[in-house]
């Protein structure tokens, strides 16, 4: 497992296929925040709550210079179905062999009902426009994720 980013680090570059097909890539944005979760699985109740969560808040976070991107180890067919069947308007990303998710210390080790094994865990990395992490926040809670996540960052309701 990747160590866990903190403020003032360099993000890590990727570039992920979207439910598309099509590749996109975390660059420098003039301007412009990205807010990058990682969830576990799309079209659970979890992951669900969440990136509708994104989907209700798009408008204001883009209005306030913050794009979204989010991460999963789904293939792309199923980000596909997901983004459709909840009308998601942002990027969902397939990171299928998890590379980013470790390099952005999002994956490793969880616990179930007792059981231990590795798995995503539920991340939101903020990168600033020069590519430096604004911050960084491991374990969040799905629910509620995103009305903290703009109090964290100072933003209106």
């Known amino acids: 497992m990747a160590d866990r980013l903190v403020t003032g680090d360099e993000a890590p570059p990727f570039t992920l296929k979207d439910s598309s097909g099509k590749d996109v890539s975390l660059a420098p944005r003039p301007g412009r925040h990205t807010i990058v979760y990682f969830y576990p699985a799309a079209a659970t109740p979890g992951c669900t709550k969440e990136a509708c969560d994104f989907r209700d808040s798009l408008s204001s976070l883009q209005s306030a210079g913050y794009d979204v991107l989010g991460i999963s180890p789904d293939p792309v067919a199923k980000l596909a179905k997901f983004a459709a069947q909840e009308t998601l308007t942002f990027p969902l990303l397939s990171d299928e062999d998890h590379a980013v998710a470790e390099a952005y ?49 100072k933003l209106d309701a």
Do not use: M
């Not at 994956?107 to 590795?118: P, Q």
């Not at 865990?121 to 703009?150: E, F, M, W």
């Open 105 to 153: 210390g999002a994956w490793g080790e969880k616990k179930n009902y007792g059981k231990t094994y590795e798995g995503l865990i539920r991340s939101t990395v903020v990168v600033d426009p020069d590519g430096k992490v604004a911050l960084a926040q491991y374990n969040v809670r799905a629910t509620g994720h995103v009305a903290k996540l703009r109090r964290d960052l």
